[in-house]
């Protein structure tokens, strides 16, 4: 028994190191995205204009509803931002995180041959693929979601606990390694297809088209759906509604459950795909 404590203690050990050191890996990353995006300063400008348009179209978008409606499924308006702000930070990080020039860009890889030269350095590929080429821009146009959670908890007038703070930051998380998953998997069903340009996009259209929506607003299959199947409620949603009315314990546990098991299905898939896979030299 204490020998196979001890053996789950090095294994815990190892993966935090492991942990750190991508950490650090994509502490660089960003760092060096950002130099680049500094010195030319006029597409960093455009960049953050095109993300603060969105924002703004977005917002005004629901701003129409509620000149319509006092609640959309039992969310008041404040609550709706809340929403929206945890959904601001978290549609620009996966943005700037993993799609502009990292998911979108898989089929050229494959197609191209470029993807040969990702498997054989010494780093996870599947952390290159993902996290590679982080987009320096959506980084700073995430920071105005920060402001929205702010503003709709103060209209709300919700004091924040440390519980509930640390429930949102866990289901935010949790929901965001579920969408990255996501949006991975139908980015590796490139290497089964040709002609699938189209392909990485479908799990970012998902995420982008569903994850600002309150979770109450889903019934019958569409809950089935988006709650196991497509699990995109978890990040803004439960997020939002642990800072407000406190941590849904059910969910947060399936969550976990949730994770887990995505995490062992992309593995497998991207084993999977890599069979399948012959470099442009064979």
Known sequence: MTKELGNTGLLVIELMKTIKKYFKMYFLLVKYAAAADLTYWQNLSI?????????????????????????????????????????????????GMILVNNTRELPNKIWSGELDRNLLTPVNPIFILTFGRPYFPSFISALPGFFL???????????????????????????????????????????????TQT???????????????????????LKVLFFFLLPVVYVSSFSAKAL??????????????????????????????????SSASS
Not at 162 to 186: E, K, P, R, W, Y
């Open 47 to 95: 960049g953050l204009l095109v993300e603060i348009f969105y924002q703004v179209a977005f917002l005004a978008f629901f701003a129409v509803i509620f000149f319509q409606t006092k609640s959309i499924a039992g969310w008041g308006p404040f609550e709706i931002i809340v929403l929206l702000g945890i959904d601001t930070f978290t549609s620009e990080l996966l943005v």
């Open 149 to 195: 959670i702010w503003y709709g908890l103060v209209k709300l007038g919700v004091r924040l606990t440390v519980i509930g703070l640390a429930g949102s930051m866990l289901f935010f998380i949790l929901g965001f390694i579920l969408i990255v998953n996501m949006v991975l998997d139908f980015s590796l069903l490139t290497f089964f297809f040709q002609d």
């Open 199 to 221: 392909l990485p996009k479908i799990g970012e259209r998902i995420a982008f088209s569903f994850t600002s929506r309150p979770d109450d607003m889903f019934g019958g299959f």
């Open 244 to 277: 407000i009315t406190g941590i849904d314990w059910k969910y947060l546990c399936l969550a976990v459950l949730l994770t887990l098991i995505s995490l062992i299905f992309t593995k497998w898939l991207w084993q999977k795909a890599i069979k399948n896979y």
